[in-house]
């Protein structure tokens, strides 16, 4: 397969040996032996390049060639453990999105405490605690928290877990995520690292819009604090193309300097993105067939 000359950068969540009761219900996680043929496919359909090499190449304009790279949502402790060496024998640091609450070990991921609180049969607690926010019993959860989406949700959530977990357990759990130190030890190695927001809302999304500067910059603030340097990207959570707000425009032109990271499902190309300060990435969905076929289907529609 031979793909257009453009920036394609693949987006993944967790690399791990295996899921636990806080990520199963969620997805998004990958074997680290699947993770490495992807990347051993990725060095045969292009030229493999570290995120921050790439970005630079892009910004330029220098895209000659079909340039593939990785990024990984959330921060999590896999990409630091599995991902990260991996990468390393290819030459090849990817870029992390990071949420500041939960790489600090402040607050836990909200929909990791919904899929928690699935493995002990404790959603219908929850969807009582949501009945009166206008949930109905047959609504699934997992889709109406999105789609009612507000702090009180956040809030009943917590309320729940909070009744159902010990304090020695909530403290454990943000294993999950990688540490302080271990992000910046990713950033002293090459790695691109990114602004996800503090909470993980979807703040581009009318249901948060409102709640965009806060979470930004107060993960702009905690991440610069922590790498001597301001985050440049910035990466919107969930990012549902459907259910982006009308305003997001106008909010996105108050930060200029900005460059914004959408999922999108297709690649970068030098004037051809919808605006010049922003990225796409392509998600891998499921653990086979793997990347290439994934990438054929986006080179298909980049042809047409």
């Not at 607050?107 to 926010?133: E, Q, T």
């Amino acid at each position: 397969m031979t793909l257009p000359p453009a920036w394609y950068i693949l987006a993944y969540h967790n690399v791990s040996w295996e899921d636990n009761a806080f990520t199963s219900s969620i997805g998004g996680t990958i074997p680290p032996d699947v993770f490495e043929r992807h990347v051993r496919e990725a060095q045969g359909l292009g030229q493999l390049l570290p995120a921050q090499e790439a970005a630079r190449l892009y910004a330029s304009g220098e895209v000659r060639e079909p340039m593939l790279s990785f990024w990984f949502d959330d921060a999590m402790s896999g990409v630091v453990d599995y991902a990260a060496p991996i990468l390393e024998e290819y030459q090849a640091a990817g870029a992390v999105s990071v949420c500041s609450e939960f790489t600090s070990h402040e607050d836990m991921f909200w929909r990791f405490k919904l899929s928690y609180l699935n493995s002990i049969d404790g959603l219908r607690f929850v969807r009582a605690n949501l009945r009166p926010l206008g949930f109905t019993p047959k609504m699934k959860l997992k889709g109406a928290t999105l789609d009612k989406f507000s702090l009180d949700v956040v809030a009943a959530i917590d309320e729940i877990y909070q009744r159902f977990t010990t304090a020695d357990q909530r403290a454990d759990a943000f294993r999950i995520f990688a540490a302080a130190d271990d992000v910046r030890s990713l950033h002293e190695n090459g790695w691109l690292l990114a602004n996800h927001t503090a909470r993980h809302y979807p703040v581009s999304e009318d249901s948060a819009i409102e709640l965009f500067d806060r979470e930004f910059l107060e993960c702009q603030e905690w991440m610069t604090a922590l790498l001597n340097q301001p985050p440049m990207h910035w990466v919107f959570p969930f990012d549902r193309v459907r259910h982006r707000s009308t305003e997001l425009s106008t909010v996105r032109r108050m930060y200029p300097d900005q460059t914004f990271v959408f999922v999108g499902d297709r690649p970068n190309n030098p004037g051809g993105n919808d605006e010049p300060n922003e990225l796409y990435r392509i998600k891998v969905r499921g653990k086979l067939p793997g990347i290439a076929h994934t990438l054929k289907r986006v080179a298909e529609e980049l042809r047409r």
